[in-house]
Each structure stands twice: as structure tokens, then as C-alpha cells.
């Protein structure tokens, strides 16, 4: 049984275009998030969402648009890509507000735009 | 916003030896969260240990323990008798206690290699 699932796990696709990457979590948790993995293997936050609402939204540019229908998804959809958003894409759940819950991470997705 | 340093970009090993993996963090906080994951090949990301910053204890997991340093913000992760499938990136993270949405504050990352 996979705790966090995503889709794709491997994203090609041209400058220009939209697309988006979905998060699923059958863990029950009440907090997802987004991270990105760049080409050096730095991953950094992206967004934060507890209950389906917005609590971190780092500098990340606004044609990266988190979608969160219920608590167990956490979309992202991105648009006019660009050369530079090639990287990983980890989506990750966690419950409650207390820091030393374990965050479970999905397989990834590596975007690649051409 | 808390820095985690990871000063060692690569590490080497023998199997069945010991290595000490580093990690300093820089933060203004006295509670928070740290941890280390491992990220193999797969690239899945697998928690090896956490420590929180409140307990005095060092946590320990197997063949996987921490020398936690807290007045020298330093939090080092020892693998014992390394096996052949530790090798991979390991990665040192930080976490709020008390704000930040609880997201994890990621170092550069150590990459073990562990040869025969």
C-alpha cells in the first residue's frame, strides 16, 4: 500500500506549456507539502497546506499554483514552464502540529523541460 | 530562517566500518526538531532518526545513532557496521517547534559511498 502516491513520476515536456502533478495520501494526515529538488539535490520548501489551507507559500514564482481539494490531495499545477523548473518534485504529508511527526515523502516526480 | 550545514559533499566508507556524517545548524530557537533522511538511488526520501532538541539523550536506531551538541548547534549522524545499502545521499533537516507550518529546513547533503 502506498502511503504517498504521485503522478507522474517522470514529466517531459516543452517551454511553454501547463501541466500538472498530483498527491495523494492514505495516511490520514491533516498537512501536505511541496518541495523541490534542484539539480545539485537541494531541496527546498515550496508550500505547506494543513486542513486544505495555504500556511507556507515560499518565493516560489506564481505560475506555481498549489491546488488542494481535500485533505488527502495536494495538487500542483504549473504554468509557462520554464527551462529552470526542470528538477524533482516531492510531495510530502505529516499529521497534526507537532514538529517531530515523521513526514512521509512520495517516489517524486522529475519535471524535464525542453 | 534556520540554516542547516552539511560541510562534507562526499563521504567514503568500508563495509562493516564506522563514519560520522556532519551537520551544524543555525538558529535563534531553543525547541525545534532535527532529523536525518537518507535519499538512495530510487531517490525515495526514508527517515533514518530525529532527535528533538528538548531531550539530552542521543537518539538511536540500530546501527544508526546521533552525537547531539546543542549549545554547539552541531547534530552528527554515526552509521555503525555500514552495510552496502547505506550508501546514498544523506540529508540533515531542521524543523520549527513552534511556526514555519512545521516544513523541514534541508542541508546540502552528504553523499556516502560505501566500498567492499
Known amino acids: 500500500d502506498t502511503a504517498v502516491s504521485q503522478t507522474p513520476k517522470y514529466l517531459v515536456t516543452q517551454m511553454g506549456n501547463d501541466k500538472s502533478i498530483k498527491c495523494e495520501q492514505n495516511?490520514?494526515?491533516?498537512?501536505m507539502y511541496w518541495y523541490k529538488q534542484d539539480s545539485k539535490k537541494f531541496l527546498k520548501i515550496m508550500f505547506s497546506?494543513?486542513?486544505?489551507?495555504?500556511?507556507i507559500n515560499e518565493t516560489v514564482p506564481n505560475r506555481f499554483s498549489p491546488k488542494s481539494p481535500d485533505k488527502a490531495h495536494l495538487n500542483l499545477h504549473i504554468n509557462s514552464l520554464e527551462l529552470g523548473d526542470s528538477a524533482v518534485y516531492f510531495c510530502?504529508?505529516?499529521?497534526?502540529?507537532?514538529?517531530?511527526?515523521?513526514?512521509?515523502f512520495g517516489p517524486g516526480t522529475r519535471l524535464t523541460v525542453t | 530562517a534556520q540554516t542547516v550545514t552539511q560541510s562534507q559533499p562526499e563521504m567514503s566508507v568500508q563495509e562493516a566500518e564506522t563514519v560520522t556524517l556532519s551537520c551544524t545548524y543555525d538558529?535563534?530557537?531553543?525547541?525545534?526538531?532535527l532529523f536525518w533522511y537518507k535519499q538512495p538511488p530510487s531517490r525515495q526520501m526514508i527517515l533514518v532518526i530525529r532527535?528533538?532538541?528538548?531531550?539530552?539523550q542521543n537518539a538511536t536506531e540500530n546501527r544508526f545513532s546521533v552525537n547531539f551538541q546543542k549549545a554547539a548547534k552541531s547534530f552528527s549522524l554515526k552509521i555503525s557496521d555500514s552495510q552496502l545499502g547505506d550508501a546514498a545521499m544523506y540529508f540533515c533537516?531542521?524543523?520549527?517547534?513552534?511556526?514555519?507550518?512545521?516544513?523541514?529546513?534541508f542541508g546540502k547533503g552528504t553523499s556516502l559511498l560505501v566500498t567492499p
Open positions: 532527535q528533538e532538541a528538548y531531550k539530552q
Open positions: 497546506y494543513n486542513n486544505k489551507e495555504l500556511i
Open positions: 538558529t535563534s530557537e531553543s525547541d525545534y526538531y
Open positions: 495516511l490520514g494526515h491533516d498537512t
Open positions: 510530502a504529508s505529516s499529521q497534526g502540529q507537532t514538529s517531530s511527526n515523521e513526514q512521509y
Open positions: 533537516a531542521y524543523r520549527s517547534f513552534s511556526n514555519s507550518g512545521y516544513a523541514l529546513n
